[in-house]
């Protein structure tokens, strides 16, 4: 592990607590981010995508809880910070970016009052200079006659507007860390593509790190460095985001990239997608040994039994019985 | 956003219309009106008489816009009982009801919103669970019984505060408050609780469960990873979010409160409109019957549009043209 | 050329969203009507794939609405298997009903929750046909196993089910009544990828055996490339382009064609920086004049903004836009 | 087949949540055993205090636990002004009262299932019309619809017929005032559910407006209308007392937990404490044991709450 | 005459620290259940207006506080030489509140006054032809016949100033049954020991003690300032005197008489009242309209009246519900009255089994039911009688359906005959038979036998009741009284229960007597130092 990285996840793990027994969505994940670098956490529904985001900050919904591993930023351990020191955390060294822009805001206070109460929370200024941080940082994102709409309120914004506002909103304390979860979800194709090129470009001219949630493989493709792949809650596959994609080792990782249409690949169009049997198991029902391997194609006993750990192979770092066998 | 505020006026306008019916309707089919105003010793010539003096002898149309056209110049014909004029004794009984329900909402509401609040932020808290139950107790037991209880409890044993009437008046611009007197302040508390207590209940629950929701939704969790600071979450967003279902509610509990003050007054012997219509009921009273129930009617109708104007001014997306869905 | 199983012609519908008529009277205002839906013609062979792409208030969902019957045309015709559906007699209508069945989006929605599998599954077979109670049983149980789901859980709950699963449920009930066409409503749009392929490979498959005909709606181009034969693109209720998918991926003629598949992320994309589209999609009650997409096209001419383009077709293509007034050529 | 069934429902989310509560189970347990002795109150209660040929006045206040004087008769919780066993006279007052709480509940649902069905199914202008109906009815106060509509029944019946007719009379003036939280609610519900896509499949196939609302739209509204029939019981049985004490409610002869309390706060400062303590009691317990109920029902059955 | 001299005694003990009592301001807090209707002292014929008026107001004569009748106004009456006359000495130097002198003129106005057709209170000077001022402090009343019972009916009569009330509009009664209103309604100007400050109907009214009343001397007037609080629901009024908030109040509840006399500040005095209580049931009609009876009327037969007659326990009511604040009576007038005598105040024992045999005689042996309307806001437990009679009746299998309405909802049932079996309760202001005998006993006619609800129509007594208002031999006229009654006894012409004792409770430091009729009249309070 690199000892200077922007943000370092460490054998992070999330219990839930239910009637039925004790959910691990999130299990002794690891990666880190660097400054300046987007980091794509991939994966399925259920994969631990959000709760791991969640964690990160602090935001856990109860009865989730960190049961164990650590976040550190810049060196310092914010995974045991309570409430109010985790409070200067964020927004302040970490933004945040859901999914869903017009859910984001506070539909009853005008984006104007939104952003310089942010501000405020963080910079230590006043209200005037609160005010004209909040008007640059609508400029920074684009949006037009920005001064004319510090005093609207949500619901007079289009769709990506408001996106831009939430990115707004995230950056205006300057923080080196950018948690976006599905940030273009909601949004249609041709404004995903404008909200995740403005993404790109604030955070590459900043230096800050991006933790990019999603579920599609085209946009991991299309906008990060590098990647992390999650499984069942467990990491499968980390690397180098064109290493990853071209070349899967783990044949979850492979999987995914198969079964995901191309629009512009016409070779195999024919062909049948390349399907993934059956779906993620609940987190009720992990089965023994690799949870990947009732869906496997490459399946060996040795799956069954023994859980794969993280080894270094090539320009990533899986999680699977296949590679590691070959090594030895 | 005028259009709105006309509409509901029209809508208001129909609401009385319909009361104003039922009111007329009691003069015509509850008791009968020669019984109520002749005696049984009348002869056909005073009936004939008095047929023509009340215009029973018309349409049943001309008779209710009748009816309609003398309400709207606020009057409301003489009592049966006691040969005042309705409009006058409505006019020196309200004060006191009003007085009454503005104090047992502000008493409502205050506690309510405060404990709701409370109790949502402490979810599981054992205080907040604590009053969760207790409160119930509040809604499980009639009105009555509480104001005798505390009678007796506050009145009768402890003898520290009075068990009836509203103590000193004071007349301020024409308005005979009981507010302005040390004993008019003492007197409105045992009334006051009697009859807030379970809207206080009531607003205490609706406050906790939409704020629980609201505590969920994904901009209260925005606002918390851009680390605004507790209390700036739950009054500046929660409560704002919160209070907006709610407005509307308490619009309907104030109209609750003014029927329930019937028997508030009635255990407390507060001169209000309350008593003074449980009293015509009993003596089959009908004008002031009937203008009792408009009083009711128009008076929801003014809350109801004060609401509705509070709404707006509340919620940006109402401001535009209010025709957002509500 | 195989013939037509469905065609659509001239297919508009109009909604009031007028405000209410005092607010209009105060305020001096029009009624609002929002065109969802604008003059649009295609017809599907039978057995083939057609598939409508568009963004959001792009009118997919209404057209698809208005080919089952949920919402009735304000002009416009569509003929199914030649009946006309706005002036066949009561007899014709329901035995063309029968034939036709959706599935749709939203895997969790469309499934009553308070029904087991069995009945969801059943309900149409009670709807159109006069079967007895086993062999009602026995039909359900073999579109359960058609569907890759097992008989079992017919007597389930949805909620017992992934989201994958719950559209294998949703399949089966399409297929219930046996009906020819079938228009799916963004079926994929809420599953995973990888289940995603599972049941678009299903889809493919169900199609091959049983001869159906597939409208396919859907906002992700990419789907459409695994699915369609022939692919019909749409803004703002207007059919822009219409042709063979291969021709269209190829050669889109459109410049809005070729901006979404340029937006479409790509597996891969790396790094790829799109050449990003300039605005939004405009509001559909007030929307531009002339071509709709101008103020946003990089290729507009002086005409676009008053001028709306008129359907261009070549073989089994079509186009509207000004850039193409002169026939398509390609 | 059953016993399975029996095994999910034990095991399904409401009933584990409610094995968990110790709220619930409490509440639950006392307001069966209420409701049961309520029940069977001819065959628990000592004594019929509802035949007035069975009283002995010179038994009247008669202390808990003492005898009585006219007959020597021993009452637990003493008696009160006409010699009527507090005991006897709570079980069958709390018949009566929770006879008229369910069948008031039962008629405010159905009028208000109905119209709320309608209204949120068909929309437009048949929506406008029911919400702007249930807009009036809020206008009046629940108290005031109930006291119209009992004394405009009670100048309609004859007076030999009032004392059966006064509960019927009661159900239908708490039912009436009642029903527009159910309408409300409902319809709410039925938009949501009607813009579904199994509603949109339903319809698709061609089923009738009828069976959809029955059908379908029917079971997914009803867990709110199990929360507010529940709180709605409660406060059935409140204003029922209510009407007693304005002297609307049941008849003295045959009285119900109100009425008891009414005639029992008579002799509250007399030291005649049993003839009030225990009905107030008893309609506590039983208030306080429908709305735990429904506190647990609303966090159980509200979704956004989980 | 007695009487007079003590309270003169009594007067001169007090004299010493009159001076003092005077100076200091004592306020006096009443409350009772009902407010006075109306401050026209001629427009209603009801207590609890009488009772306000009769402090500010006063009549000619007026019954002080043991019911006998005192001089107010006037200071001297007699019937002169011509039966048919009554002449009345008026008191002199006597000012009404705003001054005016108080003279004949007044007298004969208020007496007109009164006789008008919107009055209340013509149907007590019905007899009178015409009145007369003799001089200024002299007036003659000219009756129709001879009315021995003259002063008795002028108790309640009160004198007006003629020039305010003219001056003021109000030469004509408060017309209440068309809604009039006037002067008078709300202002006052009386002769009477105390005048008012100000009124707030049904929530409070405030009286000041008259400085320039004519009494000064005679009574004690110890109360400067009286605070009048009507106080509908009975638990409140109780609190009120428990907590100290009032003084005195009328009507308290029986079973609380206990816990207001053991509390150590409180004190309760009672006194039996000039009021019966019984059931009346229609005895005349052919059938019932209420009862489960075909063709026929159950009431009609008389061993159906006496067997409920049997039924009833009246020891019992008594005891349990009247708390022993009653006394069981046989008949329909309180003892006070001319013509009682103790044997028909005897009551039959409870006979259950008689009963029973009385009725299955009858033909009723397998009961009836029937409707039986009372009040529940007017007697002393009125619904609480009821109630306990239901189950009485029902062991002898008479179902009584009980149907228990408001006062004002009550009595129109009983005056429109639409009630077949009723509560009333009947007080006698003139204490004489003939006065029940008129109202309740004689067949309906247009003048005699208003409340006679029972339809029952005898022409022999109908003629010897009306022989009894010109009879002027009063031995002739008692043996008649006698037969009546043993008629009415005979045929068990109604159920009477008891005769009502009335309690006034107040603070340990008043000194007031009770008044039969429930008429305080707070000239006569004193307090303890």
Same mark, same amino acid.
């Given at each position: 592990?690199?000892?200077?990285?922007?943000?370092?996840?460490?054998?992070?793990?999330?219990?839930?607590?239910?009637?039925?027994?004790?959910?691990?969505?999130?299990?002794?994940?690891?990666?880190?981010?660097?400054?300046?670098?987007?980091?794509?956490?991939?994966?399925?529904?259920?994969? *631990?995508?959000?709760?791991?985001?969640?964690?990160?900050?602090?935001?856990?919904?109860?009865?989730?809880?960190?049961?164990?591993?650590?976040?550190?930023?810049?060196?310092?351990?914010?995974?045991?910070?309570?409430?109010?020191?985790?409070?200067?955390?964020? *927004?302040?060294?970490?933004?945040?970016?859901?999914?869903?822009?017009?859910?984001?805001?506070?539909?009853?206070?005008?984006?104007?009052?939104?952003?310089?109460?942010?501000?405020?929370?963080?910079?230590?200024?006043?209200?005037?200079?609160?005010?004209?941080?909040?008007?640059?940082?609508?400029?920074?994102?684009?949006?037009?006659?920005?001064?004319?709409?510090?005093?609207?309120?949500?619901?007079?914004?289009?769709?990506?507007?408001?996106?831009?506002?939430?990115?707004? +909103?995230?950056?205006?304390?300057?923080?080196?860390?950018?948690?976006?979860?599905?940030?273009?979800?909601?949004?249609?194709?041709?404004?995903?593509?404008?909200?995740?090129?403005?993404?790109?470009?604030?955070?590459?001219?900043?230096?800050?790190?991006?933790?990019?949630?999603?579920?599609?493989?085209?946009?991991? @493709?299309?906008?990060?460095?590098?990647?992390?792949?999650?499984?069942?809650?467990?990491?499968?596959?980390?690397?180098?985001?064109?290493?990853v994609l071209t070349a899967a080792i783990h044949p979850y990782t492979q999987g995914l990239v198969g079964a995901t249409p191309n629009p512009t690949n016409l070779a195999n169009s024919q062909e049948r997608l390349n399907q993934i049997p059956g779906t993620m198991p609940g987190l009720l029902s992990m089965p023994a040994g690799c949870p990947f391997h009732p869906r496997c194609s490459e399946v060996?006993?040795?799956?069954?039994?023994?859980?794969?750990?993280?080894?270094?192979?090539?320009?990533?770092?899986?999680?699977?019985?296949?590679?590691?066998?070959?090594?030895? | 956003?005028?259009?709105?505020?006309?509409?509901?006026?029209?809508?208001?306008?129909?609401?009385?219309?319909?009361?104003?019916?039922?009111?007329?309707?009691?003069?015509?089919?509850?008791?009968?009106?020669?019984?109520?105003?002749?005696?049984?010793?009348?002869?056909?010539?005073?009936?004939?008489?008095?047929?023509?003096?009340?215009?029973?002898?018309?349409?049943?149309?001309?008779?209710?816009?009748?009816?309609?056209?003398?309400?709207?110049?606020?009057?409301?014909?003489?009592?049966?009982?006691?040969?005042?004029?309705?409009?006058?004794?409505?006019?020196?009984?309200?004060?006191?009801?009003?007085?009454? @329900?503005?104090?047992?909402?502000?008493?409502?509401?205050?506690?309510?919103?405060?404990?709701?609040?409370?109790?949502?932020?402490?979810?599981?808290?054992?205080?907040?669970?604590?009053?969760?139950?207790?409160?119930?107790?509040?809604?499980?037991?009639?009105?009555?019984?509480?104001?005798?209880?505390?009678?007796?409890?506050?009145?009768?044993?402890?003898?520290?505060?009075?068990?009836?009437?509203?103590?000193?008046?004071?007349?301020?611009?024409?308005?005979?408050?009981?507010?302005?007197?040390?004993?008019?302040?003492?007197?409105?508390?045992?009334?006051?609780?009697?009859?807030?207590?379970?809207?206080?209940?009531?607003?205490?629950?609706?406050?906790?469960?939409?704020?629980?929701?609201?505590?969920?939704?994904?901009?209260?969790?925005?606002?918390?990873?851009?680390?605004?600071?507790?209390?700036?979450?739950?009054?500046?967003?929660?409560?704002?979010?919160?209070?907006?279902?709610?407005?509307?509610?308490?619009?309907?509990?104030?109209?609750?409160?003014?029927?329930?003050?019937?028997?508030?007054?009635?255990?407390?012997?507060?001169?209000?409109?309350?008593?003074?219509?449980?009293?015509?009921?009993?003596?089959?009273?009908?004008?002031?019957?009937?203008?009792?129930?408009?009083?009711?009617?128009?008076?929801?109708?003014?809350?109801?549009?004060?609401?509705?104007?509070?709404?707006?001014?509340?919620?940006?997306?109402?401001?535009?043209?209010?025709?957002?869905?509500? | 050329?195989?013939?037509?199983?469905?065609?659509?012609?001239?297919?508009?519908?109009?909604?009031?969203?007028?405000?209410?008529?005092?607010?209009?009277?105060?305020?001096?205002?029009?009624?609002?009507?929002?065109?969802?839906?604008?003059?649009?013609?295609?017809?599907?062979?039978?057995?083939?794939?057609?598939?409508?792409?568009?963004?959001?208030?792009?009118?997919?969902?209404?057209?698809?609405?208005?080919?089952?019957?949920?919402?009735?045309?304000?002009? *416009?015709?569509?003929?199914?298997?030649?009946?006309?559906?706005?002036?066949?007699?009561? #007899?014709?209508?329901?035995?063309?009903?029968?034939?036709?069945?959706?599935?749709?989006?939203?895997?969790?929605?469309?499934?009553?929750?308070?029904?087991?599998?069995?009945?969801?599954?059943?309900?149409?077979?009670?709807?159109?046909?006069?079967?007895?109670?086993?062999?009602?049983?026995?039909?359900?149980?073999?579109?359960?196993?058609?569907?890759?789901?097992?008989?079992?859980?017919?007597?389930?709950?949805?909620?017992?089910?992934?989201?994958?699963?719950?559209?294998?449920?949703?399949?089966?009930?399409?297929?219930?009544?046996?009906?020819?066409?079938?228009?799916?409503?963004?079926?994929?749009?809420?599953?995973?990828?990888?289940?995603?392929?599972?049941?678009?490979?299903?889809?493919?498959?169900?199609?091959?055996?049983?001869?159906?005909?597939?409208?396919?709606?859907?906002?992700?181009?990419?789907?459409?490339?695994?699915?369609?034969?022939?692919?019909?693109?749409?803004?703002?209720?207007?059919?822009?382009?219409?042709?063979?998918?291969?021709?269209?991926?190829?050669?889109?003629?459109?410049?809005?064609?070729?901006?979404?598949?340029?937006?479409?992320?790509?597996?891969?994309?790396?790094?790829?920086?799109?050449?990003?589209?300039?605005?939004?999609?405009?509001?559909?009650?007030?929307?531009?004049?002339?071509?709709?997409?101008?103020?946003?096209?990089?290729?507009?001419?002086?005409?676009?903004?008053?001028?709306?383009?008129?359907?261009?077709?070549?073989?089994?293509?079509?186009?509207?836009?000004?850039?193409?007034?002169?026939?398509?050529?390609? | 087949?059953?016993?399975?069934?029996?095994?999910?429902?034990?095991?399904?989310?409401?009933?584990?949540?409610?094995?968990?509560?110790?709220?619930?189970?409490?509440?639950?347990?006392?307001?069966?055993?209420?409701?049961?002795?309520?029940?069977?109150?001819?065959?628990?209660?000592?004594?019929?205090?509802?035949?007035?040929?069975?009283?002995?006045?010179?038994?009247?206040?008669?202390?808990? *636990?003492?005898?009585?004087?006219?007959?020597?008769?021993?009452?637990?919780?003493?008696?009160?002004?006409?010699?009527?066993?507090?005991?006897?006279?709570?079980?069958?007052?709390?018949?009566?009262?929770?006879?008229?709480?369910?069948?008031?509940?039962?008629?405010?649902?159905?009028?208000?299932?109905?119209?709320?069905?309608?209204?949120?199914?068909?929309?437009?202008?048949?929506?406008?019309?029911?919400?702007?109906?249930?807009?009036i009815q809020l206008t009046f106060p629940s108290i005031l619809v109930a006291m119209l509509i009992f004394g405009v029944a009670r100048g309609l019946t004859p007076p030999e017929l009032r004392d059966q007719m006064a509960v019927w009379v009661l159900i239908i003036s708490i039912g009436l005032s009642d029903w527009v939280q159910f309408a409300r609610t409902v319809r709410s519900s039925a938009m949501?559910?009607?813009?579904?896509?199994?509603?949109?499949?339903?319809?698709?196939?061609?089923?009738?407006?009828?069976?959809?609302?029955?059908?379908?739209?029917?079971?997914?509204?009803?867990?709110?209308?199990?929360?507010?029939?529940?709180?709605?019981?409660?406060?059935?049985?409140?204003?029922?007392?209510?009407?007693?004490?304005?002297?609307?409610?049941?008849?003295?002869?045959?009285?119900?937990?109100?009425?008891?309390?009414?005639?029992?706060?008579?002799?509250?400062?007399?030291?005649?404490?049993?003839?009030?303590?225990?009905?107030?009691?008893?309609?506590?317990?039983?208030?306080?044991?429908?709305?735990?109920?429904?506190?647990?029902?609303?966090?159980?059955?509200?979704?956004?709450?989980? | 005459?007695?009487?007079?001299?003590?309270?003169?005694?009594?007067?001169?003990? +007090?004299?010493?620290?009159?001076?003092?009592?005077?100076?200091?301001?004592?306020?006096?807090?009443?409350?009772?259940?009902?407010?006075?209707?109306?401050?026209?002292?001629?427009?209603?014929?009801?207590?609890?207006?009488?009772?306000?008026?009769?402090?500010?107001?006063?009549?000619?004569?007026?019954?002080?506080?043991?019911?006998?009748?005192?001089?107010?106004?006037?200071?001297?009456?007699?019937?002169?030489?011509?039966?048919?006359?009554?002449?009345?000495?008026?008191?002199?130097?006597?000012?009404?509140?705003?001054?005016?002198?108080?003279?004949?003129?007044?007298?004969?106005?208020?007496?007109?006054?009164?006789?008008?057709?919107?009055?209340?209170?013509?149907?007590?000077?019905?007899?009178?032809?015409?009145?007369?001022?003799?001089?200024?402090?002299?007036?003659?009343?000219?009756?129709?016949?001879?009315?021995?019972?003259?002063?008795?009916?002028?108790?309640?009569?009160?004198?007006?100033?003629?020039?305010?009330?003219?001056?003021?509009?109000?030469?004509?009664?408060?017309?209440?049954?068309?809604?009039?209103?006037?002067?008078?309604?709300?202002?006052?100007?009386?002769?009477?020991?105390?005048?008012?400050?100000?009124?707030?109907?049904?929530?409070?009214?405030?009286?000041?003690?008259?400085?320039?009343?004519?009494?000064?001397?005679?009574?004690?007037?110890?109360?400067?300032?009286?605070?009048?609080?009507?106080?509908?629901?009975?638990?409140?009024?109780?609190?009120?005197?428990?907590?100290?908030?009032?003084?005195?109040?009328?009507?308290?509840?029986?079973?609380?008489?206990?816990?207001?006399?053991?509390?150590?500040?409180?004190?309760?005095?009672?006194?039996?009242?000039?009021?019966?209580?019984?059931?009346?049931?229609?005895?005349?009609?052919?059938?019932?309209?209420?009862?489960?009876?075909?063709?026929?009327?159950?009431?009609?037969?008389?061993?159906?009246?006496?067997?409920?007659?049997? @039924?009833?326990?009246?020891?019992?009511?008594?005891?349990?519900?009247?708390?022993?604040?009653?006394?069981?009576?046989?008949?329909?007038?309180?003892?006070?009255?001319?013509?009682?005598?103790?044997?028909?105040? #005897?009551?039959?024992?409870?006979?259950?089994?008689?009963?029973?045999?009385?009725?299955?005689?009858?033909?009723?042996?397998?009961?009836?039911?029937?409707?039986?309307?009372?009040?529940?806001?007017?007697?002393?437990?009125?619904?609480?009688?009821?109630?306990?009679?239901?189950?009485?009746?029902?062991?002898?299998?008479?179902?009584?359906?009980?149907?228990?309405?408001?006062?004002?909802?009550?009595?129109?049932?009983?005056?429109?005959?639409?009630?077949?079996?009723?509560?009333?309760?009947?007080?006698?202001?003139?204490?004489?038979?003939?006065?029940?005998?008129?109202?309740?006993?004689?067949?309906?006619?247009?003048?005699?036998?208003?409340?006679?609800?029972?339809?029952?129509?005898?022409?022999?007594?109908?003629?010897?009741?009306?022989?009894?208002?010109?009879?002027?031999?009063?031995?002739?006229?008692?043996?008649?009284?006698?037969?009546?009654?043993?008629?009415?006894? @005979?045929?068990?012409?109604?159920?009477?229960?008891?005769?009502?004792?009335?309690?006034?409770?107040?603070?340990?430091?008043?000194?007031?007597?009770?008044?039969?009729?429930?008429?305080?009249?707070?000239?006569?309070?004193?307090?303890?130092?």
């Amino acid at each position: 592990m690199t000892t200077n990285a922007l943000l370092e996840v460490n054998n992070l793990t999330v219990e839930i607590p239910t009637r039925r027994g004790t959910l691990i969505p999130v299990n002794e994940v690891s990666f880190n981010i660097d400054r300046g670098e987007i980091v794509g956490v991939v994966g399925e529904s259920g994969a *631990g995508k959000s709760i791991t985001g969640s964690a990160i900050i602090g935001l856990l919904d109860p009865p989730a809880r960190i049961a164990g591993g650590s976040v550190t930023l810049q060196g310092k351990l914010i995974s045991d910070m309570n409430e109010n020191q985790l409070r200067d955390i964020r *927004g302040k060294r970490i933004g945040t970016v859901f999914q869903d822009p017009l859910t984001s805001l506070d539909p009853l206070m005008s984006i104007g009052n939104q952003l310089s109460e942010t501000a405020m929370a963080h910079l230590n200024i006043g209200r005037d200079q609160a005010r004209e941080k909040a008007l640059q940082a609508l400029i920074d994102v684009g949006i037009p006659a920005a001064e004319s709409r510090l005093d609207a309120y949500p619901h007079e914004f289009s769709g990506g507007m408001r996106q831009r506002v939430v990115i707004a +909103l995230a950056l205006i304390g300057d923080p080196e860390l950018i948690i976006a979860d599905e940030p273009t979800t909601a949004l249609d194709v041709s404004v995903q593509a404008q909200v995740l090129m403005l993404l790109k470009r604030l955070c590459k001219e900043r230096n800050t790190g991006v933790m990019l949630i999603t579920h599609d493989m085209g946009v991991i @493709a299309e906008t990060t460095d590098r990647v992390v792949v999650l499984y069942a809650g467990r990491v499968a596959e980390i690397g180098d985001t064109r290493q990853v994609l071209t070349a899967a080792i783990h044949p979850y990782t492979q999987g995914l990239v198969g079964a995901t249409p191309n629009p512009t690949n016409l070779a195999n169009s024919q062909e049948r997608l390349n399907q993934i049997p059956g779906t993620m198991p609940g987190l009720l029902s992990m089965p023994a040994g690799c949870p990947f391997h009732p869906r496997c194609s490459e399946v060996m006993e040795v799956c069954k039994t023994t859980l794969p750990t993280l080894s270094q192979r090539e320009n990533s770092t899986i999680a699977c019985h296949l590679g590691a066998e070959a090594k030895t | 956003m005028f259009a709105y505020i006309i509409r509901r006026f029209f809508q208001g306008a129909l609401v009385l219309g319909i009361v104003g019916f039922i009111a007329f309707s009691m003069f015509r089919f509850i008791g009968d009106p020669y019984e109520n105003i002749l005696g049984q010793d009348a002869t056909v010539l005073d009936r004939q008489a008095l047929e023509e003096r009340l215009g029973l002898n018309k349409p049943i149309a001309i008779q209710y816009l009748k009816f309609l056209g003398n309400a709207m110049q606020g009057e409301f014909g003489v009592s049966y009982r006691n040969g005042i004029p309705v409009s006058e004794m409505i006019a020196q009984r309200l004060p006191a009801t009003i007085e009454l @329900a503005i104090v047992s909402a502000l008493f409502a509401l205050f506690l309510g919103v405060l404990l709701g609040v409370y109790t949502a932020i402490n979810r599981d808290g054992f205080l907040a669970n604590f009053i969760m139950t207790t409160s119930l107790i509040g809604v499980s037991l009639p009105t009555f019984l509480i104001g005798i209880l505390l009678i007796w409890v506050f009145a009768v044993e402890l003898n520290v505060l009075p068990s009836f009437g509203r103590g000193e008046t004071v007349e301020i611009w024409g308005w005979k408050t009981g507010l302005a007197t040390a004993s008019g302040l003492k007197s409105i508390i045992l009334p006051a609780i009697t009859l807030g207590l379970y809207q206080m209940t009531l607003v205490m629950r609706l406050v906790r469960s939409e704020m629980l929701e609201v505590l969920r939704t994904d901009y209260i969790r925005f606002a918390r990873a851009r680390g605004l600071t507790r209390r700036a979450i739950n009054f500046g967003h929660a409560l704002k979010n919160t209070l907006l279902p709610v407005i509307t509610i308490i619009g309907i509990q104030l109209g609750q409160i003014i029927a329930f003050a019937i028997i508030t007054e009635t255990v407390f012997q507060w001169p209000g409109v309350g008593l003074l219509f449980i009293n015509a009921v009993n003596f089959v009273d009908v004008p002031i019957m009937a203008t009792y129930l408009l009083l009711v009617g128009s008076l929801f109708v003014v809350i109801n549009l004060v609401v509705d104007l509070l709404y707006v001014v509340i919620d940006p997306r109402l401001r535009l043209d209010g025709t957002e869905a509500r | 050329m195989n013939e037509s199983l469905v065609t659509v012609q001239a297919l508009t519908r109009v909604f009031d969203v007028s405000k209410p008529w005092l607010n209009r009277v105060l305020a001096r205002e029009k009624r609002q009507t929002l065109t969802a839906v604008d003059s649009v013609d295609f017809s599907i062979e039978r057995g083939s794939t057609y598939a409508l792409v568009g963004e959001s208030g792009s009118g997919k969902s209404t057209i698809a609405k208005m080919l089952v019957g949920l919402l009735s045309p304000t002009s *416009g015709r569509v003929h199914i298997d030649g009946v006309d559906l706005a002036n066949a007699s009561a #007899a014709d209508i329901s035995s063309t009903r029968k034939r036709i069945h959706m599935i749709f989006q939203d895997p969790y929605a469309s499934l009553n929750p308070r029904w087991r599998v069995r009945d969801i599954v059943g309900e149409p077979i009670d709807a159109f046909m006069n079967v007895s109670a086993t062999e009602r049983a026995k039909k359900v149980d073999e579109l359960l196993e058609k569907v890759g789901l097992s008989t079992k859980d017919g007597a389930k709950f949805p909620h017992e089910f992934s989201g994958g699963q719950r559209q294998r449920i949703g399949i089966a009930r399409a297929l219930a009544s046996d009906p020819e066409f079938i228009v799916c409503d963004e079926p994929t749009s809420a599953l995973d990828v990888s289940v995603q392929a599972q049941v678009l490979n299903l889809m493919r498959d169900l199609q091959r055996d049983l001869g159906l005909t597939y409208l396919f709606i859907t906002h992700d181009l990419a789907v459409v490339r695994y699915m369609a034969d022939h692919v019909g693109v749409l803004y703002l209720g207007r059919l822009i382009e219409s042709a063979p998918r291969q021709q269209l991926f190829d050669s889109p003629a459109h410049p809005y064609t070729q901006m979404l598949i340029d937006a479409a992320p790509r597996v891969d994309g790396f790094g790829r920086d799109h050449e990003a589209v300039d605005g939004e999609i405009p509001d559909p009650i007030s929307p531009p004049s002339g071509c709709h997409f101008h103020p946003r096209c990089k290729q507009r001419i002086d005409q676009c903004n008053q001028q709306v383009p008129t359907v261009q077709h070549a073989d089994d293509r079509s186009v509207s836009c000004l850039l193409h007034s002169q026939g398509l050529n390609l | 087949m059953s016993d399975s069934r029996w095994l999910r429902w034990w095991q399904s989310d409401v009933m584990w949540s409610w094995r968990r509560s110790p709220v619930a189970i409490v509440s639950t347990a006392v307001f069966f055993a209420l409701a049961f002795a309520a029940i069977f109150a001819p065959l628990v209660a000592p004594y019929t205090p509802f035949d007035p040929s069975s009283l002995n006045l010179m038994d009247g206040f008669t202390a808990p *636990g003492e005898t009585g004087m006219g007959s020597g008769n021993k009452y637990w919780l003493g008696t009160d002004d006409q010699g009527r066993d507090i005991f006897s006279a709570i079980l069958y007052g709390m018949r009566l009262s929770l006879f008229i709480g369910v069948m008031a509940v039962t008629l405010a649902a159905i009028l208000g299932i109905s119209l709320g069905l309608i209204a949120g199914y068909f929309g437009g202008w048949i929506d406008a019309v029911i919400m702007r109906i249930a807009d009036i009815q809020l206008t009046f106060p629940s108290i005031l619809v109930a006291m119209l509509i009992f004394g405009v029944a009670r100048g309609l019946t004859p007076p030999e017929l009032r004392d059966q007719m006064a509960v019927w009379v009661l159900i239908i003036s708490i039912g009436l005032s009642d029903w527009v939280q159910f309408a409300r609610t409902v319809r709410s519900s039925a938009m949501v559910e009607s813009r579904k896509e199994y509603v949109q499949a339903a319809r698709l196939i061609g089923r009738s407006p009828m069976i959809i609302l029955r059908k379908h739209l029917l079971p997914n509204v009803m867990s709110p209308v199990l929360v507010i029939a529940t709180i709605s019981l409660a406060l059935a049985i409140i204003l029922e007392a209510t009407l007693s004490f304005l002297g609307v409610g049941a008849p003295p002869t045959k009285p119900s937990l109100g009425t008891l309390i009414r005639i029992g706060q008579d002799f509250l400062f007399a030291g005649e404490w049993w003839i009030i303590l225990f009905p107030s009691l008893t309609l506590l317990v039983l208030a306080l044991s429908v709305n735990l109920l429904g506190d647990w029902l609303r966090d159980v059955l509200n979704p956004k709450l989980r | 005459m007695t009487r007079k001299t003590l309270s003169a005694a009594v007067l001169f003990a +007090l004299a010493a620290q009159g001076v003092m009592t005077a100076a200091q301001a004592e306020t006096l807090r009443w409350a009772r259940a009902g407010d006075s209707l109306t401050l026209d002292p001629h427009a209603q014929n009801e207590g609890p207006t009488h009772t306000l008026a009769h402090q500010i107001y006063e009549p000619l004569l007026h019954r002080d506080m043991s019911a006998s009748v005192i001089p107010a106004l006037a200071t001297e009456w007699a019937p002169t030489e011509d039966p048919t006359v009554w002449r009345f000495k008026l008191r002199e130097g006597v000012k009404f509140h705003n001054g005016e002198d108080f003279t004949a003129d007044d007298v004969v106005f208020s007496l007109e006054r009164a006789m008008k057709p919107t009055s209340a209170m013509k149907e007590l000077l019905s007899s009178v032809a015409s009145v007369t001022k003799v001089d200024d402090f002299t007036v003659d009343i000219t009756t129709d016949g001879p009315n021995p019972l003259m002063p008795s009916n002028l108790t309640n009569l009160f004198i007006m100033d003629s020039g305010w009330t003219t001056d003021n509009d109000s030469a004509e009664p408060q017309d209440i049954a068309n809604g009039g209103d006037n002067f008078a309604a709300k202002n006052t100007n009386g002769t009477g020991a105390f005048q008012l400050v100000s009124r707030v109907v049904d929530e409070k009214t405030i009286l000041k003690a008259n400085d320039a009343y004519w009494g000064k001397d005679e009574f004690p007037l110890e109360v400067s300032e009286i605070v009048f609080t009507p106080i509908q629901s009975a638990a409140t009024r109780v609190a009120a005197l428990l907590s100290g908030e009032v003084d005195f109040i009328q009507d308290v509840p029986v079973q609380d008489l206990a816990r207001v006399g053991g509390t150590d500040s409180l004190k309760i005095v009672n006194a039996a009242q000039n009021r019966t209580i019984f059931f009346g049931l229609n005895s005349g009609d052919e059938d019932l309209t209420s009862d489960n009876v075909e063709g026929k009327n159950p009431f009609s037969d008389v061993r159906v009246r006496q067997a409920m007659n049997m @039924a009833i326990n009246r020891d019992a009511i008594q005891r349990v519900v009247m708390r022993d604040q009653s006394s069981p009576t046989g008949v329909i007038m309180p003892p006070f009255v001319n013509g009682w005598t103790e044997a028909l105040d #005897a009551y039959p024992a409870v006979d259950v089994a008689g009963a029973k045999a009385l009725m299955a005689e009858a033909g009723y042996g397998d009961g009836f039911s029937v409707v039986l309307n009372c009040p529940n806001d007017r007697y002393i437990n009125d619904e609480a009688i009821c109630q306990a009679a239901v189950g009485m009746f029902a062991q002898i299998g008479i179902t009584v359906n009980l149907d228990a309405k408001p006062k004002a909802q009550h009595f129109p049932l009983i005056q429109n005959r639409t009630t077949d079996f009723y509560m009333l309760g009947w007080g006698v202001p003139t204490f004489d038979s003939e006065y029940i005998f008129n109202f309740l006993v004689h067949s309906t006619t247009d003048e005699l036998g208003s409340w006679n609800g029972t339809r029952n129509s005898n022409p022999d007594w109908d003629a010897k009741i009306v022989s009894l208002a010109s009879e002027t031999d009063l031995d002739k006229r008692n043996a008649t009284i006698k037969a009546i009654w043993d008629g009415v006894q @005979a045929e068990t012409l109604y159920l009477p229960i008891h005769n009502q004792v009335l309690n006034w409770g107040m603070n340990k430091s008043v000194n007031f007597d009770v008044q039969p009729e429930d008429q305080p009249h707070f000239k006569f309070l004193t307090f303890t130092k």
